[in-house]
């Protein structure tokens, strides 16, 4: 099974600043037949369900506010918000689909400073 | 628009078993896969399982094999996640998941609001 370690647990940022979430998994998630990352971002607030934010690691789901930006190949990942607003406070994660099961990193709670 | 509603919370004994239901609206319902992911209180989400609404295949996580049951109603639009020998750790909420497209079908771009299941004696 892969596993999906994400790094901080918590981070607290200031209104405006820049917010930078990592992503590790155990193995590469990178398919080498179309050269995709099999890697998505989560956003999860309060009593919510989870809100897709960006899949093949980099592609910003439709309705996405762009200060959100994904990066990385193989086995590392960077979610990144450019402008930290308000209503980002949330918990964060990634997953893996690149096989079962769908595994998903352990979380980064992220606060304002 | 596209809307996934599941069933309310239940509250069951040790050894029961639970079915929690969740009805799609707003999409062709055997267009797209059916995900199942909970979240222990405190803990990171897990998926549990999918089913191809098309033609009713499944796979499980090894984790939860012999234990869960994944089905699909076509003439109602309703999945439903059926888990049984139940004890205390499978205190969670659990989510049913929308595959977002036909290439993405394991990336979940819907989500129903979840339902509390709590394992108590």
């Known amino acids: 099974d892969i596993v999906m370690t994400q790094s901080p647990d918590s981070l607290a940022v200031s209104l405006g600043e820049r917010a930078t979430i990592n992503c590790k998994s155990s193995?590469?998630?990178?398919?080498?037949?179309?050269?995709?990352?099999?890697l998505t971002w989560y956003q999860q607030k309060p009593g919510q369900p989870p809100k897709l934010l960006i899949y093949?690691?980099?592609t910003r789901e439709s309705g996405v506010p762009d200060r959100f930006s994904g990066s990385g190949s193989g086995t590392d990942f960077t979610l990144t918000i450019s402008s930290l607003q308000a209503e980002d406070v949330a918990v964060y994660y990634c997953?893996?689909?690149?096989?079962?099961?769908?595994?998903f990193g352990q979380g980064t709670k992220l606060e304002i400073k | 628009q596209v809307q996934l509603v599941q069933s309310g919370a239940e509250v069951k004994k040790p050894g029961a078993s639970v079915k929690v239901s969740c009805k799609a609206s707003?999409?062709?319902?055997?267009?797209?896969?059916m995900h199942w992911v909970r979240q222990a209180p405190g803990q990171r989400l897990e998926w549990m399982g999918w089913i191809n609404v098309a033609n009713g295949n499944t796979k499980y996580s090894q984790k939860f094999q012999g234990r869960v049951t994944i089905t699909r109603d076509t003439s109602a639009s309703t999945a439903y996640m059926e888990l049984s020998s139940l004890r205390s750790e499978d205190t969670a909420v659990y989510y049913c998941g929308r595959g977002l497209n036909v290439d993405l079908v394991a990336t979940m771009g819907y989500w129903g609001q979840g339902t509390l299941v709590t394992v108590s004696s």
């Open positions: 093949w690691a980099s």
């Open positions: 997953q893996q689909y690149y096989s079962t099961p769908y595994s």
């Open positions: 707003g999409y062709t319902f055997t267009s797209y896969a």
């Open positions: 193995q590469s998630v990178l398919y080498s037949s179309n050269n995709k990352n099999y």
